[in-house]
């Protein structure tokens, strides 16, 4: 069985240690040791408290849920110990260089990275993009006020703009953008609206090309213990990880 390394374990880390389906989740590493030790409570696995002892256990991937920080001071080490990666703070891979270093690494050391569908539907079919070029390619994410901590009392559009620009003024909100961005082959255009009538974080993708258009809307029930993280990236990357060995490949 695909042995699994969990580094965090905030919200989606304990969903995984919970819901998990034919892998075993056998080391965990939160920066927190306290969280880990609540999340082996779930699962059985072993706590490393040191990163170092983490990243040498008998792994065959580890599930990266911790923080854009989180990869990029450790995913090189992690592919230099053998291991494939799930990246599921993408954001990290805004950054070219790193990102071109990681995937060179990968490569030179025959590994994986998986970028899992996250909060939104639809990734694994954008790469289409990467054949015949989209012409158009827009996020647009309808936030409560509250989760951002702005007080309004009408829907208004906050950011519009290329990804690359949003990373700056709203760097925890762009995961999704840069997972389209690496999946379609092109910049995402993003546009981040606030509105006091919404308790979901509501992502729409519209995307254009030669094959005509396509209209994607996600509406996320926040995770109960943390409100800005959504149940569907947990089952995103739960979904991956029952999937990795399967013979028969759908959907990519
Ligand atoms: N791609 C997507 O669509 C998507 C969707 C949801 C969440 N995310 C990202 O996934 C990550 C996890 O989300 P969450 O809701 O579980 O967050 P969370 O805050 O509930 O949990 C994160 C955990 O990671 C730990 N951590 C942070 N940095 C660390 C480090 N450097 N080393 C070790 N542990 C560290 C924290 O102590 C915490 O326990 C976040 O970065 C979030 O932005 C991405």
Redo the contacts with the bound molecule.
């Keep these: 069985m695909i042995r699994v390394g969990l ?7 304990r969903i995984i240690a919970k819901e998990h389906v034919g892998v075993k989740i056998a080391a965990l ?4 040791p306290g ?1 880990a030790e609540e999340v082996a409570g779930l699962c059985g696995a072993e706590v490393y408290r040191d990163f170092a002892g983490f990243v040498q256990a008998d792994l065959d991937i580890i599930v990266e ?6 990869v990029r ?1 450790h995913a090189e080490e992690i592919l230099l110990h053998g291991k494939d990666l799930v990246i ?3 954001g990290a891979l805004a950054d070219r260089p790193f990102r071109d270093r990681i995937t060179a690494l990968a490569r030179e050391k025959g590994r994986r990275i998986h970028i899992p569908s ?2 939104i539907i639809g990734l694994d079919n954008l790469k289409v993009g990467q054949i015949a070029p989209l012409k158009r390619l827009l996020l647009r994410t309808t936030k409560s006020p509250e989760s951002l901590n702005l007080k309004v009392d009408r829907r208004m559009m906050i950011f519009s703009g290329r990804a690359n620009d949003c990373i700056r003024q709203f760097p ?1 909100n762009i ?2 953008a840069v ?1 389209l961005g690496l999946a379609a082959g092109r910049e995402a255009d993003v546009e981040i609206w606030i509105d006091p009538a919404v308790d979901r974080n509501i992502h729409e993708i519209i995307a254009e090309g030669e094959f005509g258009e396509i209209f994607i809307r996600v509406e996320n029930v926040p995770s109960p213990d ?1 409100p ?3 149940y569907l ?1 947990a089952l995103s990357i739960l979904t991956l990880l029952k999937n990795l060995n399967e013979p028969l490949v759908v959907g990519t």
């Design positions: 580094l965090g374990c905030g919200n989606v880390g590493h939160d920066r927190i969280r849920a911790a923080s854009v920080a989180a001071e599921l703070s993408v996250g909060a925890k995961n999704v997972a943390n800005a993280t959504s990236a």
